[in-house]
């Protein structure tokens, strides 16, 4: 294990170095500033973070920023967006002086959630008052499935046919009783119940399961499976209760079909639900254990979502009854 820790290392450090003197080449054939962006990896998995350099070649005494990560907790704000990969935390790297040039370099330790592959970039690095622009680089991501998309469970089909009920006809005279007797008890139990709570709505009752999940701390694999799946059962339940789609029992694919041709959801919308669900999915079918930056991040893409979703629907709902008032304000005709 250390010797394959040593040779990783032997290799990240040999591209570094070579992303280094082509800058520097670069820069000395140009005369101006120049960003390059390199992924130290052949290929990555979905959720696990991997090293993306950045390094910056310029001429002496200009000063280089580069972009930094958000400090705290994910849900306190966005994190910093490479392309289709977020940025988790940011290690500066000593500078490298070849005469009239000096190279700075930073390492992102970064996730992504794509499927197949994953374009990383662009990075924007100010040096001194201006802002140069990394390119992109396209990597792999490995699937964490056996098998091909769609990453979710097949649907139910329909059940097998029940067995003959012929035994059943010798005892009917004791399943009329049966029946009888459980309708004087069904009676007596609703006389005697008392009246049911009013019900939450959909918005408070997922905003208030959310804020308690914000206080959980999931710590082994199963908890952190326990934990995912309640944030994607919230996502799903909201939307059940609020559009009246059977949301929780479709898989993740008929749900955005069925959001994408419902007109009360907009597009922006459907893609924040989207996000929300489709890294769950992964934790849920494909055992996939994310850190639990990523956790808290995901906790916060479905509360984007639910957000996202509510806002469109109440603007709708306003909007109608402004012009129901204004219908009922018009005099008839004469």
């Known amino acids: 294990m250390a010797d394959l820790r040593g ?17 520097i080449a670069t820069a000395s054939g140009a005369g101006a500033q120049t960003a390059r962006l390199a992924v130290l990896a052949d290929s ?11 390094t910056v070649a310029h001429g002496p005494g200009r000063q ?8 705290g907790s994910p849900e306190a704000g966005p994190l910093l967006t490479l392309g289709d990969a977020e940025a988790l935390s940011v ?15 930073a390492v992102y330790r970064v996730v992504t959630f794509a499927a197949d592959s994953a374009r990383v970039g662009p990075v924007a690095v100010r040096v001194d008052t201006a802002e140069v622009q990394t390119g992109t680089a396209l990597v792999p991501v490995r699937s964490v499935l056996g098998g091909p998309p769609p990453y979710e469970p097949a649907p139910v089909g329909p059940p097998e046919a029940f067995p003959s009920a012929t035994p059943l006809w010798l005892a009917l005279g004791a399943l009329a009783l049966a029946v009888i007797a459980g309708a004087v008890w069904g009676v007596r139990s609703l006389l005697r119940r008392p009246p049911a709570a009013p019900r939450v709505p959909p918005y408070p009752a997922a905003r208030a399961r959310l804020a308690a999940l914000d206080g959980e701390a999931p710590a082994t694999p199963a908890e952190v499976e326990a934990h995912v799946v309640a944030v994607r059962d919230v996502v799903r339940g909201y939307l059940a209760d609020r559009l009246a789609i059977p949301a929780r029992r479709a898989t993740t694919t008929e749900l955005l079909d069925a959001l994408r041709a419902d007109p009360r959801v907009p597009d922006a919308a459907a893609q924040a639900v989207r996000q929300s669900l489709v890294p769950t999915d992964l934790v849920a079918f494909a055992g996939l254990r994310p850190a639990p930056q990523v956790v808290a991040r995901l906790r916060a893409d479905a509360r984007a979502a639910i957000e996202a979703v509510e806002e469109d629907l109440r603007n709708q709902e306003a909007e109608d009854r402004n012009e129901e008032s204004a219908t009922s304000l018009v005099p008839p005709a004469p």
Do not use: K
């Open 7 to 23: 040779e990783r290392r032997t290799q990240l450090a040999a591209r570094l170095g070579g992303l280094l003197v082509l800058l």
């Open 44 to 54: 990555v998995s979905a959720g696990t973070p991997f090293e993306v350099a950045v």
């Open 64 to 71: 280089v920023r580069f972009a930094e990560v958000p400090a």
């Open 91 to 105: 290690r500066r790297l000593p500078p490298a002086v070849r005469g009239a040039v000096r190279v700075d370099s």
